[in-house]
T-cell receptor
Framework: AQSVTQLDSHVSVSEGTPVLLRCNYS??????LFWYVQHPNKGLQLLLK????ATLVKGINGFEAEFKKSETSFHLTKPSAHMSDAAEYFC???????????WGAGTKLIIKP | DTGVSQNPRHKITKRGQNVTFRCDPI?????LYWYRQTLGQGPEFLTY????????KSRLLSDRFSAERPKGSFSTLEIQRTEQGDSAMYLC????????????FGNGTRLTVT
């Protein structure tokens, strides 16, 4: 069975400093992993996805994530935070089919000026 | 890219009334999904269509909920006899036909049941 744990419910960083949002997963087979972002009162937008190709995945808006099988992690990073990055971020692991997506509880990213 | 479109954006209704939401997916996507999201939570899967066929329904989807996708294009989600616990954001997403293709979400319909 698959599961996903986002280790922090809130992360607060200053503008211009690095961002790290942590995600650990559990899967009985090679998973596909995704990060989605949700701005207030908006739908979810795909940031990046991992589907068993390169372990370092680059996404939109300067975000990237590294798949580490040995650590069962898929942490999201960005070198320098921008005020517009303030949002909720969801780590997602797929099951056998698209609809069998297992969603993390979300991490709210707060950017301090 | 017109994206996934959902209407209305907001709906306020009194308990016991019926409501219907519409979703227009990305035109070349044959898969369509409905999710529900409450405050502070991730989305919960409700149902999934491939073309016009409803292939999966969550146990969350009680008898008061029904979804259709009659021509394999737009979809409607109807909630009958609404309850206060139905208040949530209802999200629609679509994807291409191969497994693990990413979901593209609409902006959602926020339902408030008073």
């Amino acid at each position: 069975a698959q599961s996903v744990t986002q280790l922090d419910s809130h992360v607060s960083v200053s503008e211009g400093t690095p961002v790290l949002l942590r995600c650990n997963y559990s899967s009985s087979y090679s998973p596909s992993l995704f990060w989605y972002v949700q701005h207030p009162n908006k739908g979810l937008q795909l940031l990046l996805k991992y589907t068993s190709a390169a372990t370092l995945v680059k996404g939109i808006n300067g975000f990237e994530a590294e798949f580490k099988k040995s650590e069962t992690s898929f942490h999201l990073t960005k070198p320098s935070a921008h005020m517009s990055d303030a949002a909720e971020y969801f780590c997602v692991v797929s099951g056998a089919s698209n609809y069998q997506l297992i969603w993390g509880a979300g991490t709210k990213l707060i950017i301090k000026p | 890219d017109t994206g996934v479109s959902q209407n209305p954006r907001h709906k306020i209704t009194k308990r016991g009334q019926n409501v219907t939401f519409r979703c227009d997916p990305i035109s070349e996507h044959n898969r369509l999904y409905w999710y529900r999201q409450t405050l502070g939570q991730g989305p919960e899967f409700l149902t999934y269509f491939q073309n016009e066929a409803q292939l999966e329904k969550s146990r969350l989807l009680s008898d008061r909920f029904s979804a259709e996708r009659p021509k394999g294009s737009f979809s409607t989600l109807e909630i009958q006899r609404t309850e206060q616990g139905d208040s949530a954001m209802y999200l629609c997403a679509s994807s291409a036909g191969h497994n693990n293709s990413p979901l593209h979400f609409g902006n959602g319909t926020r339902l408030t049941v008073t």
